[in-house]
């Protein structure tokens, strides 16, 4: 969690130390695999549900509403097995080869059904964003902008069918240290599984259902846009201190839309192994440790200035804190 011959302001290191014993290392396997699995299922029956109500919903109320719906359910589940898995903790085991692979098999199977390489995008690429977040081999560096340009990119994704598969591959290899977060096997078992569910949800629920699901798709692109923008948006990118790129964004109903505490982002950065159940007490307890300044400055209670690119990175009083405490 700490970049090999970076220097740091002394309290950065505490607050990676005041994580520890919620590592998920430090969780009982049965208790922690129980909170997850359980969640896991919950969300499931939410697909089932919202599809079920398309077989009795006007199509008019339902098609807009419930792609919506499956677009949050469907962000749900990816943060909840990819992300976390990601990070070798969607499920754990005592044994390390089958704790490997009790979170590779269904982070494959999840990042899959929605056009993403798992193994180079997140088990390899999200372990790089930790570590050098923003800087050029950073493949998850492209869903951080806001204002206008955020706007636009969410409409793109909610309005234009298909648009996510040319931002995830042409247009993001384009880029000065782009890369896709698909391949041709990626993209072809996609649109395979798609293909079977949607020709199977229109036989047997009706086609109000299989066009609502599809929309959902583009929902889940936009949305992750939305969070991308609140986790590493604006000048963020520009802070040196790789840690003081990433904000924390507390707002009512965020549990919902932003649910397993993925907006709890400046902790998460700091110690990447803490389970998101206990995110919040990990940062009660950095309240002793970082300076008020800073977490005034990481910890932001106005979403909507975020993703209008109006809250910079560390103010001066911060900036000047950071520097006098650098070890």
């Not at 923008?229 to 009512?252: V, Y």
Request: charged share 15%; aromatic share 12%; with cysteine.
């Amino acid at each position: 969690m700490v970049s090999h011959g970076a220097r740091h302001p002394a309290f950065i290191y505490d607050a990676i130390r005041a994580g520890q014993p919620y590592h998920y290392r430090n969780k009982r396997p049965l208790v922690h695999n129980a909170i997850n699995g359980a969640c896991l299922l919950g969300l499931l029956a939410g697909l089932l549900l919202t599809a079920w109500l398309g077989t009795w919903v006007s199509p008019l109320v339902y098609v807009p509403l419930a792609a919506f719906a499956f677009g949050l359910l469907y962000f749900s589940i990816f943060i909840l097995v990819v992300h976390e898995a990601s990070h070798g903790m969607f499920l754990i085991a005592g044994n390390r080869r089958l704790h490997t692979w009790i979170n590779r098999v269904p982070g494959w199977m999840v990042a899959t059904v929605f056009a993403t390489h798992y193994g180079k995008h997140w088990e390899q690429g999200h372990l790089e964003h930790h570590v050098r977040p923003l800087e050029t081999n950073d493949p998850q560096q492209f869903n951080c902008e806001v204002g206008r340009t955020l706007a636009v990119g969410v409409a793109r994704n909610v309005f234009i069918p298909g648009w996510l598969f040319l931002e995830r591959t042409v247009f993001r290899t384009k880029r000065a240290g782009g890369k896709s977060s698909s391949s041709k096997g990626v993209i072809i078992a996609f649109v395979v599984i798609w293909a079977l569910g949607l020709t199977l949800a229109t036989r047997w629920l009706g086609a109000p259902v299989a066009i609502a699901a599809f929309l959902g798709i583009h929902v889940l692109t936009a949305w992750n846009l939305v969070k991308g923008a609140l986790e590493h948006g604006g000048s963020l990118r520009d802070e040196p201190d790789p840690f003081f790129r990433s904000r924390t964004t507390l707002f009512f109903g965020r549990r919902l839309l932003m649910p397993f505490n993925i907006t709890l982002h400046f902790e998460h950065h700091l110690n990447f192994c803490v389970p998101w159940y206990d995110l919040p007490r990990y940062q009660r307890d950095l309240r002793s440790i970082v300076p008020p300044s800073v977490t005034r400055d990481m910890i932001n209670p106005d979403p909507w200035r975020q993703l209008a690119g109006r809250l910079g990175g560390l103010s001066r009083e911060s900036a000047q804190l950071v520097s006098a405490r650098t070890a």
